[in-house]
C-alpha cells in the first residue's frame, strides 16, 4: 500500500466523518497505515487490533459493553474478526457524532463482514423472515434491499426522462421507496414496532409485516400499477387465514386514487397517501 497517496484523504476524512473504514487485503500495509497515523496525530487515539487473542475474546463476549468502554477516538483494526461490534458502533455513533471517532480496518476475505458495514452505513438493509407458527414452511432468509430509492435508480440507469416515458413504475423502485418511508415510521412510532417479509416455501409472499409489541400484524404489499384485483391479496389473505389470531388487517399499496375494500380487513390504499394532504 502506498500510504502517501492515501494518507490525506484518510485525514481529510477523520476531519468529518465518524466513522472512517480502510478496507483492504491482508498484509497491504492497513496496520502500519492506521499505527502511523496515531503516532503522528496531535489529538491521542488508541489503537486495538483484534489479532490479539484477548482483545477479540473481550469484544465478541460483550461487543456493546467493548464499544461503550472506550473513551476518545479509537482505531479499531481487522475488525472484520468481530462483526457483532458493529451494531453497538453504530449505537454509540447516533450518541455522538464526533468527526473522527472510530477508525476501522478491515480485510478483505469475510463477505458478512461487508454485509454488517454496508448495514452500519445506512447502505443496505437486511429484513428478517416473519416466524410465530414452527409448523409452517417458511423461507428463513432475510430479504436483502438497497434502501435508498434514489442510489437504486443511479444503479439501475433510471433517469427521471426514462421513468416519465414508462407506462408505469418499475416494482423494485417503489417497494424500496415504501419501505424507506416504512422504516422512518418504525423509528419514530411509539407503538415499538417491528418490520419483517413473509414468504412460505411455496412462494406465497407478503412485502412487508409490520409487529406491534402485542405481536398483532399488518401485511402490507406493494403494486406500483394503479389497478388492483383480488389476485393481489393472495399473500395476505394467506396470512389472514393462517395467522387469525394475530392479523389486524391487509394492505395494498398501489398507484390508484381510490381507497377500495377488498373484503373483511383489507385493503387497497393510494401510495400517494404517504404525501397528499388528507381530506377533513
Known amino acids: 500500500m502506498h500510504t502517501k497517496h492515501i494518507t490525506s484523504q484518510l485525514v481529510a476524512a477523520l476531519a468529518d466523518t465518524p466513522v472512517v473504514v480502510i478496507n483492504g487485503a491482508r498484509q497491504s500495509g492497513k ?28 469484544a465478541r463476549s460483550d461487543p456493546a459493553g467493548f464499544i461503550n468502554g472506550l473513551q476518545g477516538q479509537v482505531t479499531l483494526d481487522e475488525v472484520q474478526r468481530a462483526p457483532e461490534l458493529f451494531l453497538p458502533i453504530k449505537a454509540a455513533v447516533d450518541r455522538n457524532r464526533q468527526p473522527g471517532r472510530f477508525l476501522l480496518t478491515v480485510s478483505a476475505d469475510v463477505m458478512l463482514c461487508y454485509f454488517a458495514l454496508l448495514e452500519m452505513l445506512f447502505l443496505l438493509v437486511r429484513l428478517p423472515s416473519w416466524e410465530r407458527n414452527p409448523g409452517k414452511r417458511l423461507v ?106 394475530l392479523f389486524q388487517r391487509g394492505i395494498v399499496l398501489y398507484a390508484g386514487r381510490e381507497v377500495v375494500p377488498f373484503g373483511d380487513n383489507l385493503w387497497a390504499l393510494p401510495l400517494s397517501l404517504w404525501w397528499a394532504p388528507q381530506r377533513q
Request: with cysteine.
Open 31 to 58: 496496520s502500519t497505515l492506521v499505527q502511523m497515523l496515531a503516532r503522528a496525530d496531535p489529538e491521542p487515539r488508541r489503537y486495538l487490533t483484534l489479532d490479539d487473542p484477548v482483545v477479540l475474546k473481550a
Open 140 to 245: 428463513k432468509a432475510p430479504t436483502v434491499f438497497l434502501p435508498d430509492s434514489g442510489m437504486l435508480c443511479y444503479f439501475l440507469a433510471a433517469t427521471a426522462e426514462s421513468l416519465a416515458a414508462r407506462p408505469g413504475l418499475p416494482g423494485g423502485i417503489v417497494e424500496t421507496w415504501v419501505l424507506s418511508e416504512l422504516l422512518k415510521h418504525v423509528a419514530f412510532s411509539s407503538l415499538r414496532l417491528s418490520l419483517w417479509h413473509y414468504r412460505t416455501q411455496t412462494n406465497i409472499e407478503v412485502d412487508f409485516v409490520l409487529e406491534n409489541r402485542l405481536g398483532q400484524i399488518t401485511g402490507i404489499e406493494v403494486k406500483a400499477s394503479a389497478t388492483v384485483d383480488g389476485k393481489d391479496f393472495k399473500g395476505l389473505r394467506h396470512l389472514q387465514e393462517t395467522e387469525s389470531a
